[in-house]
């Protein structure tokens, strides 16, 4: 019996695809099955990867095995851990010496595609999206957030409103376009610009001297978090989950721009945040999302003030450390017991603050804390 998951937990994709291309820091490179020039990525914290052209969806290690020498995943699973022979050697690809690379994306059709959807903005059904998800029209001014009535999604086959989403570098040019559907009729909720490159997002709007740097996932949780805390924060977004590219771009930017500036890393996997940190070194501060909200749905839910909260480094505010134990506290609520405890030290805190923001936000933890005894005892 072969043990798929302790081969895919032992074994280092990364080391792995550099036998069969040629990996950039930012692991990224020419495809081992249809060549190109960065096509393809690995991702997800070092454990899949997969092709801009060719697979999309891609896999983990024994998938890219099996496809570079076109044998079964249980022929690649014995190849890797030492127990099958391949006698036919795949070439490690290079990048293609010709032709202009994947990302070169047509900077005047880009300009005029965010400049069309900043127009339209106003009073348009992306308006009233952005603000449902807790969004002001100042942020998405800042960010050139604009809308698209009739952008095309590729897997449905028609045309749907979507949020227009620009990533700026940070000497303004446009490394790339998304569109954020904002209606229910399809389950893609993303598409991009043909060339569009997806490193950092927010890289243009960085402030001189921030109090503190946060790097998060997703466009809409750093709209989310510069909402909270406004011009004076440096706030990015590495795009989808586990790339490391972005990472990458964001530890450079950050260490190179503002050394000694607290940073927050607020990724959705805790191993991708432990890698992440060793990236970013100095003082880093891991955030771990309560309950498994993300930036977006806290802010709708709790408003800027308690994304803020959340965020801040606890170090050296005894209160915010008291008031992060005690959400610690209301997720572990599975008894009696488990309430009156909780319940006890956090009356305790609230005696003790007179801002009354964070004594709602303990009234907040009161009332998930008693929902989750109940539930419980049902």
């Not at 290690?61 to 006698?87: F, N, P």
């Not at 400049?115 to 002001?136: D, K, W």
Request: with cysteine; net charge positive.
């Amino acid at each position: 019996m072969i043990d798929f998951q302790a081969i895919r937990e032992s074994i280092d994709l990364t080391e792995i695809a550099g036998r069969y291309t040629t990996l950039n820091r930012y692991l990224q490179g020419p495809c081992p099955l249809c060549g190109g020039r960065d096509r393809f990525y690995i991702h997800n914290g070092g454990q899949r990867w997969g092709c801009r052209r060719c697979n999309e969806k891609g896999g983990d290690v024994i998938d890219l095995v099996a496809l570079c020498h076109k044998m079964s995943k249980g022929e690649a699973a014995r190849w890797l851990t030492g127990d099958q022979h391949v006698t036919t050697p795949v070439p490690a690809r290079t990048a293609a010496p010709k032709g202009p690379p994947r990302s070169a994306l047509d900077q005047d059709v880009a300009a005029k595609v965010i400049q069309r959807g900043i127009e339209l903005l106003p009073s348009s059904p992306g308006l009233t999206y952005a603000v449902s998800r807790g969004l002001s029209s100042e942020t998405l001014d800042r960010y050139h957030i604009g809308f698209d009535p009739r952008r095309f999604d590729p897997r449905a086959k028609v045309r749907r409103p979507a949020l227009v989403i620009p990533w700026l570098n940070t000497d303004g040019t446009i490394s790339g376009v998304k569109f954020r559907f904002t209606d229910a009729s399809g389950d893609l909720r993303y598409t991009a610009l043909k060339g569009s490159s997806s490193i950092l997002f927010g890289a243009n709007v960085l402030p001189p001297d921030p109090r503190v740097c946060v790097v998060v996932e997703g466009e809409l949780n750093a709209l989310s978090v510069a909402e909270a805390f406004g011009r004076d924060s440096a706030i990015l977004s590495i795009g989808p989950k586990g790339n490391l590219a972005g990472i990458a771009a964001a530890s450079d930017l950050i260490r190179g721009r503002y050394a000694g500036v607290p940073v927050v890393l607020w990724l959705d996997e805790e191993e991708d945040a432990r890698r992440a940190r060793r990236t970013f070194g100095g003082t880093t501060v891991a955030l771990k999302s309560p309950r498994g909200l993300d930036a977006n749905a806290i802010l709708v839910a709790y408003g800027g003030a308690g994304l803020r909260e959340l965020v801040m480094p606890s170090e050296h505010d005894p209160v915010l450390t008291e008031i992060a134990a005690l959400r610690e506290l209301a997720d572990r609520v599975r008894s009696k017991a488990d309430y009156l405890s909780f319940s006890s030290r956090l009356e305790s805190l609230y005696d003790q603050v007179t801002d009354e923001k964070r004594r709602a936000i303990l009234r907040r933890l009161q009332a998930e804390a008693e929902k989750l005894l109940v539930s419980i005892k049902r």
